[in-house]
């Protein structure tokens, strides 16, 4: 478990969250940074912001989630990671995706050694599986992650891409709370980045299938 914990952190770089293919319609967001991320009960969450800033670059509605990450300095890791996955072309696509991207600081909670492991072409599919762990099907703002989770007794499930369940709920200090598959947690630090094919919520852990 550890080893794949492991993938898992580093796998999530950049474009990777944006993982891929069919994905099924859920409802997933969180909060936006930049506005208060307290789940108020029975209210949504924050809503989205017009061109927001991430990693020191205006996020454009009208990018597409690679083109927007690309400018992103804190998601450089996630972007190297799509681009290993092979899955630039279908983030570039129409989608639509929400992406729960790891930022460069969650990459690194990662061994270095197992990270540029994850890069190499032998790993094509674990970093393909961790990529599309992070991918849901669909448009989910935070008010849509919210709504879900004040009908479903405080918790949003969430079915990614890549087939499991993501599980989000309230967490403390006004946070909004990602539990993946093997129990790991990571905590969405900004939410509602509009994309033209999407939406972005970047995290602080890469999660794990």
């Not at 061109?51 to 990450?69: F, K, L, R, W, Y």
């Not at 998601?75 to 929400?98: M, R, W, Y």
């Not at 909670?109 to 994850?118: H, S």
């Not at 087939?163 to 989000?168: A, I, P, Q, S, T």
Request: proline share 6%.
């Amino acid at each position: 478990m550890t080893n794949l914990r492991t993938l898992m952190l580093v796998a999530v770089s950049g474009g990777a969250l944006m993982a891929l293919g069919a994905c099924n319609n859920n409802e997933a967001a969180a909060p936006a940074e930049s506005t208060a991320m307290a789940p108020a009960e029975g209210a949504a969450m924050a809503p989205m912001t017009a061109d927001p800033m991430v990693g020191g670059a205006a996020m454009s509605p009208n990018e597409t989630i690679v083109a927007n990450a690309s400018k992103a300095s804190n998601l450089s890791t996630l972007v190297a990671a799509v681009q290993a996955a092979g899955l630039v072309e279908t983030l570039q696509g129409p989608g639509p995706f929400t992406v729960f991207a790891p930022d460069n600081a969650a990459f690194d909670k990662i061994p270095e050694a197992t990270r540029t492991a994850l890069l190499q072409p032998a790993m094509k599919a674990d970093l393909t599986k961790i990529l599309t762990y992070h991918v849901v099907a669909g448009r989910l703002t935070a008010a849509d992650i919210a709504a879900q989770a004040q009908a479903n007794g405080g918790t949003a499930t969430l079915e990614t891409v890549q087939g499991e369940e993501l599980k989000v709920a309230a967490g403390p200090n006004n946070t909004w709370v990602i539990t993946d598959a093997k129990g790991g947690t990571s905590t969405i630090t900004q939410a509602d980045v509009a994309q033209s094919n999407g939406m972005v919520h970047v995290v602080d852990t890469v999660l794990m299938p």
